[in-house]
């Protein structure tokens, strides 16, 4: 699976939108782009995932560069309760069995 | 619907005990998984099962065995413990493993060993 790069933190306004950013340069074409998060303490929680539309959910949004080599994290409406750490992972989805690597992630801090 | 289980919740061992850490899930999936979470670090992968009967090693099975026991329950062993096993460990399960499907994660035991 290809790797990922994230800032180490990031901060954000609550109510304002929090747009976190990872690099995915060497995302093959049979590659997914999956977000989970953790909020302290707690285990890691699926957020979104997509191939090269962008996508939608209750929680966020996705946005993946024509290009594939890097992709945005939206949450629209920041709320304290956001304040986690964000991994961005790629993973194969088409071809057998395959575990998620997680990195290190980036810490947003939601302030008021 | 509980998702995933884990218990115990938090442990102290001594250097050399040993202890098992259950795993459940009662979502009917067929894989199971079980990472450990270091201060500052990401999850590592200890072991994994893709389907009842099958365990298979991940980045960091070293110190540990696992049983999946049924499709429900998967568990981790540790036979001797050592102060470099203290860390939080979580279970998670997805319906197979294949395609990328979403992982469940359970809350996590919090292992400390003296």
């Known amino acids: 699976d290809a790797k990922t790069t994230q800032p180490p933190s990031m901060d954000c306004a609550e109510g304002r939108a929090a747009n976190l950013p990872c690099n995915h340069s060497?995302?093959?074409?049979?590659?997914?782009v999956y977000w989970y998060r953790q909020i302290h303490s707690q285990g890691p929680q699926y957020i979104i995932h997509?191939?090269?539309n962008n996508e939608t959910n209750e929680m966020a949004s996705l946005i993946i560069t024509e290009d594939r080599k890097s992709s945005t994290l939206i949450l629209p409406h920041a709320t304290l309760r956001d304040t986690a750490v964000y991994y961005c992972i790629v993973r194969v989805s088409n071809s057998g069995y395959s575990t998620l690597t997680f990195g290190k992630g980036t810490m947003l801090l939601v302030s008021p | 619907n509980a998702g995933v289980t884990q218990t115990p919740k938090f442990q102290v061992l001594k250097t050399g005990q040993s202890m098992t850490l259950q795993c459940a899930q009662d979502m009917n999936h067929n894989s199971m998984y079980w990472y450990r979470q270091d201060p500052g670090m990401g999850l590592r992968l200890i072991y994994y099962s893709a389907s009842e009967g099958t365990t298979d090693k991940g980045e960091v099975p070293n110190g540990y065995n696992v049983s999946r026991l049924n499709k429900r329950e998967f568990s981790l062993r540790l036979e001797s413990a050592a102060p470099s096993q203290t860390s939080v460990y979580f279970c998670?399960?997805?319906?197979?493993?294949?395609?990328?499907?979403?992982?469940?994660f359970g809350p996590g035991t919090r292992l400390l060993v003296l």
């Open positions: 998670a399960s997805s319906e197979s493993g294949f395609r990328g499907e979403t992982q469940y």
């Open positions: 997509g191939l090269k």
């Open positions: 060497t995302i093959s074409g049979n590659e997914y």
